[in-house]
């Protein structure tokens, strides 16, 4: 039992299969799109054209990576070929655990994974939750995916809908931010690429500013800000009335509720 089953090889599963074969695992695929097969038989990948190929006894992880829409169909499926010794990880936004052992073996472990777009940079803020009690396995888990980034595991499942609309949804808001900053910065004057390089040194310094000095986020927005000065007076407008937080949660809460209309369509 030294393989694992990829199925869908979209973006997320060929960095789960990059990263895979980083560490000398082997991978097959099961892909239907004829393009991304292709592609997978140039970096020399063996993929399955059918379920019942796969030697059922040798797999440790199955991995699914689809959209939702496709999830319960493919759960069938899957359903008439997969053995008890599988490990199934989700990585479908609002599928619940309870829902796939409904459609495969109840006695099955199942991990839910909730990573974001970082993962491709190996700086992944990735949620995990299981129903399973073997620790060597969570712990072993956590090596296989190490390359992931930052794993944490969350003792509700329920908790997954928030972590999915606030770190897998993470990114978007600070690229929007950015670019916010970018056309502020347009419409004062300089040029798109000087605007787009200018912002770029912010966040780059302002990471390393993170890694160099380790303090809370409160502590280095009072570093930079003078009393009196022009930062205080921005600073002082986004506090007002908590105008800026507001808009932050309630975009994020309308995330989670979307998450959660999702988990109830799957159900």
Do not use: H
Request: glycine letters at 6%; charged letters at 30%; a positive charge.
């Amino acid at each position: 039992m030294n393989e694992s089953l990829i199925l869908g090889c979209g973006n997320l599963g060929n960095i789960i299969l990059d990263g895979f074969s980083k560490k000398g695992k082997k991978v097959i695929v099961f892909e239907k799109n004829k393009t991304i097969k292709k592609n997978l038989k140039k970096k020399d990948v063996l993929t399955v054209n059918n379920l019942k190929d796969v030697k059922w006894e040798r797999i440790e992880y199955v991995m699914i990576c689809v959209k939702p829409i496709d999830s319960i169909g493919l759960l069938n499926q899957l359903k008439e070929n997969i053995l008890p010794n599988c490990s199934v990880i989700s990585f479908v936004a609002g599928l619940k655990i309870k829902k796939i052992k409904s459609l495969l073996i109840q006695n099955i472990n199942v991990f839910r994974f909730m990573p974001n777009i970082l993962i491709e940079v190996g700086e992944s803020a990735t949620g995990i939750f299981t129903d399973l009690v073997d620790e060597k396995k969570k712990i072993n888990l956590i090596k296989d995916f190490s390359f992931f980034g930052y794993l944490k595991w969350l003792s509700k499942e329920d908790e997954m809908d928030l972590f999915t609309s606030l770190y897998g949804g993470g990114p978007a808001y600070i690229f929007y931010f950015l670019e916010c900053l970018v056309k502020i910065s347009e419409k004062s004057g300089l040029d798109s690429e000087a605007s787009r390089k200018l912002v770029i040194s912010l966040l780059n310094g302002t990471s390393k500013l993170i890694k160099k000095d380790n303090q809370d986020f409160s502590s280095i927005v009072d570093k930079v800000t003078s009393k009196g000065g022009t930062t205080e007076k921005a600073i002082n407008f986004f506090e007002e009335d908590q105008k800026f937080f507001k808009i932050i949660s309630e975009g994020i809460l309308r995330a989670k509720n979307r998450s959660m209309e999702i988990s109830k369509k799957l159900d």
